[in-house]
């Protein structure tokens, strides 16, 4: 009867509050009132309840708890009526009914009636998959970007998430990190605006029915792992982190994100979880970030094993001063902080502070005005059978808009829809790596690999042959460490795949190659020490060549590879990365010149694994490199050409463009005012295409060494045979501003270099002066 009645209290104290919110917000006019008086019903609301709970229901709510892919145990049930839950972090395949199950428990049955918030890792798609991260960055169009959020976003929530463990805005400069993949490449300014997109993306408007919070992870500075290994420590300076690894977090942020997530990493010697700067001075006071820390997995007993915490309640501890205020499916702050509060080892106002933040996105995500309300199954049959209503045109349309063309020799393509092409590879047919990792809900039985989409749009015009070539890895016993390990190989011995390939490509008048990795090799616990392709494939690929048909190789991976020899045997080289549900037709669109490439890299291409890192915005050094004039005691390695094989920004079309007459509006400028830079592109060509027009900026003398150049803008631009149109970049004072040596952001007067190009290497110059204030 008591827990009835408090349900009905509870209930009714929800909507008191939500109906004095709105009556509020409508009865004052001007928009800042009913912001404040929005402001001040959430903060009233969630004080009353806060005041309510006992110190185990508080500790409770940081709890995200696991669950599987089943009717929940009785355990977990009976834990969520207990109070000693506060989310959940869902199973992918964990169906809407089960997770109904769940929050009945938690607002019929617990004692406040508080409800769960339901997570998991939407990166690229729940049900329909999108590109990759890598893949995403390479289309440079924020539009598509967004598109594929959204529709994660109406997926997820349709599926009855209320968060997603992304975007994943890591900037990493090492291939060998598996992780890579998931990432936006190796550039800050263009990460942070993808950053920006994808959150806006997931969140719509907050709290709508179909708004995902974005959980923006793993702050901080995961993708500098030192040597690539995963889960390794990470060290990096000051002024680097503020610089170029910071900034997408802070744009996230800026863009609304509701969450961040701790890296499972240590930096600079404290493990990001238990790391009070990062978490407090920069987070909170730095950025005024009011949202929920969230930690990565166990991260928290993970203290223990980073030797920064002797025992379960010292990890516990450490982790809530610092600043982190869920822990992922971790039992240390349920079991310990209640006794920690008591023996009055942390204060009940830090716990209070978690606590609030808890509520408050529960708050935002509209779960106490309606607990169900993504459980509802509202969204219609389309939803609950997904399978039949992907989003297939905004994945074809978004997948073709993310290929590099990296080398088009003898314009071997676009392919005629004509005669007998042969199709070859362990990628060619493979339904399943074309999702990528995280492919959340993601069926491989609803993705169409490449052989699919090439025999749909070649249909009667020509004759398609296939063969598997090559076994897609050749170290079983290496593969069977990782995470996602599922593939399945053929017993026939090398030679006789080998032979098979030969023989139908001999028949064939072009040889396509899709060649690459399994997706569990580009992924969590997935890092490697070479960028090799598996050796059966390069071998296959070397066989092929031999046979003196036009060759194209169509890449499948998730990071870059080092294909300096593989790119040479290939008449042409399409980069793919892992493109999602619609892959194959997309990349058929492609080959078949359907759709003209307007991918350009968003991280560089290396020779070899010995060069890393490799990253076009370097600092100069005292003893830079020139490859046009090269000499001794310089920035170099002696064996080997220091540049990428492929630059940051390179991409192809099968139209060429040409650059012309960049000019700026003034070469004096002054403080606090900004200058227009403009350009001429020209479709030089024979067909319309897009390319990517990227400014670069170069600060020339600091008080700090600056890189030689820096994107600070980028414009895709479609343009018709011949056509051609002026383009004008704004350069604001931020674009120009950096972290002194005391991590101040500022302005230095002084001369500017301006580049303009259609990737980072080539590029028309400029320059001008800022100048003093006092001038
Ligand atoms: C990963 C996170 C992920 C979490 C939940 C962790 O191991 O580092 O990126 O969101 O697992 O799946």
Redesign the pocket.
Known sequence: MEGLLATIYAAFARYLAWGLALCLALASSPPSEAATALANAKSTFIESLLARMTVEEKAGQLLMRFAEAEPPPQIVLDAVAAGNVGSV?AHPAATPAQLRTLQQHAVKHSRLGIPLFFAG?VVHGRRTIFPIGLGLASSWDLDAISVSARVAAREATGDGLDMT?AP?VDISRDPRWGRISEGFGEDTYLVSRIAATVVRGFQGELGARDSLMACV??FAAYGAVEGGRDYNSTDVSPLRLYQDYLPPYLAAINAGAGAI?TA?TSLNGVPATANGWLLRSVLRQQWQFSGLVIS??SAIEELIVHGVAQDGAQAAQRALVAGTDVS?NDRYYLQTLPGLIEQGQIEVELLDDAVRRVLAVKYDMGLFESPFRRLSGSHGAAFSNAGLALYRAEARHVARRTLVLLKNERATLPLKRQGTIALIGPLADNSRDILGSWPANGQPSQAVSLYQGLRTALGDHAQLLYALGANIHDNPPAFDLLADNQVVLDPRPPSALLAEALAIARQADVVIAALGEPRGMSH?GASKTTLDLPQQQRELLRALKMTGKPLVLVLMNGRPLSIVEESQWADAVLETWFSGSEGGNAIADVLLGDYNPSGKLPISFPRTVGQLPVHYNTLNTGRPFIKERPSKYKSRYFDLDPTPLYPFGYGLSYTTFSLSSLRLSTHQLPPGQSLQASITVKNQGSRSGETVVQLYLRDRVASVSRPIKELKGFRKVLLAPGESRRITFTVDQTALGFYNQDLQWITEPGEFDVMIGLDSQHLEHARFELLEASR
Do not use: A, V, Y
């Open positions: 972090f890792d463990f994943m992870k793993h997530m499972l990565d997995h992922m969590e």
